[in-house]
């Protein structure tokens, strides 16, 4: 999260380190497979350990450790069923119309759908969801989404360092396309047609809010919380335990567990040690622990293997290319990104520090949805990065050691430490080393900690991942690497901007299907990888353990955390 909906804390949420049609991830073993049957856990708690959410501000949650609560204690107007499909049930709309333009659609609220509080859910409360997710004083990371909607640009376009009064920015969200004719019908003007707005309105940020609540001093406390999805914030001991109860007043069908309980770890390694001792009932598995839990008679049987939709890479500081800022040697020299990106060895990574799991990738859109390019991108190929590293030495004016720990121009690589990526950063550091002859130093921060770096000092080189909001390309190049003008979306961290890129992924988003956008897709891809402000590394791969009583948990292909969209399906069968 932050600016950008990154996968921090897989390791302990059910992701190894490792991806659209979108389909249903299959689990291989383990409780999801288990057969149904009708004697029940008395204690029907479902227990799983995380970390500590930034916030459960649905408006500014960027981050999978937060969305993972948000997905249950609120709905948005359309949901996903396990095909990731997008539908009304689930979703706070009773069904959606579009224009014959396709720049109009027009929402019908379900009947009776209330907030955890009792409150009754209104179109209005749509709107002004819509209009705080935009107004550049939330100052929240996924405002771009907003983007398609008539009179967003003009709100995108404004330098969230130097705002205008505000009432000029009060006038402009009143002119921002969104409206409520009546409290059951929520109407969207689209400034062109964009067939994967559906989608848009399946995101948690624009879950609707009411301005009494999350305006008031605390209002994301347990104690004050209101939502509006399947499940209560029941509990949030900062930094140890959160937990969700079935919410009373949820009209759709209601959660078959009495409490989801959340550890929450600054270590999320501990939760393989917790889930052998029966303190929790789902875990990832540490990179090291892999092989014996293969080989393990009964722990192979409860593992759950699958893709997903993500991708783990490595992005530069790229505003030394137009900021004033001297250290930003990447943002500099391509040769030297290059470099960089072509001695990596991700085969090597894959198989030895993740033992198998995941696929090597040198492009951003995922395998197994559509728009994955497998077969563009750097290569492992020593030679070349040493001879683009020497010119880049030559034209930067730099030596090898200026650029090591220690040099005058140090390269820094950042990650969040005790989420279990220490292996990888070092096995990145050794690589650098032993075919570039540069050591870059490895610093690692807390999650909160390590985003707040990521704005406002930025790293040489950060270490981040992105996870599937919605299965289309869309979210994972405009989403990521998009720029309104010059100014870069809120997950775009490099801060790498190219017009061409985002003129084709314009096109793209007005075009019927995706079937004819996707040619744009693949334009904009190859000027992504041709570009390399980031180093791809690989898709991610599922590889997480759940104890056999858990039944009814229904992973799919998009989850950071394994079954994520569907607690509310769980049931705990009885167990010794």
Known sequence: MWNKRVLGALVALGIVLAACGGGTSSPSAGGANASPTTSLAKDQTFRFGATESPTLDPQKATDSASIVVLRSITRTLVYFDPELKVVTDGGLAEKYDVSADGKTVTFTLKAGIKYSNGDPIKASD????????????TAAGYSYVMGDIVGAADL????PTKL?????????????GVEAPDDSTFVVHLANATAYFPYIVSLWVTAPVEKAWITAKDATEAKNYVGSGPFNLAQWDHNAKLVMKPNPNWAGAKAKLSEVDMTLYSDTNLTYDAYRNDELDMSSVPSANRAEVSADPQLSKEVIKSSVLATYYMGFDMR??????????MGKSKELRYAFSESVDRAALVNTVNQGVGTPA??????GMQGNQPDIGLKYDVTKAKADLQTALTNLGVTA???????????????????????????????????LGIKVKLSGLEWKSFLARLDEAPFTIYRLGWGADYPHPNNFLRDVFGCTGTTPNGNNESRWCNAQFNDLLNQAATKPDIASALPLYNQAQQILVDDAPVIFLYWYGRF???????QGLTPT???????????DRIQIAAHS
């Open 126 to 137: 749509f709107v002004y969801s819509f209009q705080r997710l935009i107004d550049p004083r």
């Open 156 to 159: 995108l376009a404004l330098d």
């Open 164 to 176: 205008p009064a505000d009432a000029k920015i009060d006038a402009l969200i009143a002119k921002l």
């Open 320 to 329: 030394g290319s137009n900021t004033p800022n001297p250290k930003s040697v």
């Open 362 to 367: 040198t492009s951003m859109v995922p395998k």
């Open 401 to 435: 050691a200026d650029l090591s720990d220690g040099g005058k121009d140090a390269i820094e690589l950042g990650f969040n430490s005790g989420a279990g990526h220490e292996p990888i950063m070092e096995f990145l550091q050794a690589q650098w080393q032993t075919n």
């Open 544 to 550: 997480t353990l759940v104890k056999p009583w858990v």
């Open 557 to 567: 292909a998009q989850d950071s955390t394994t079954g994520e969209l569907f607690f």
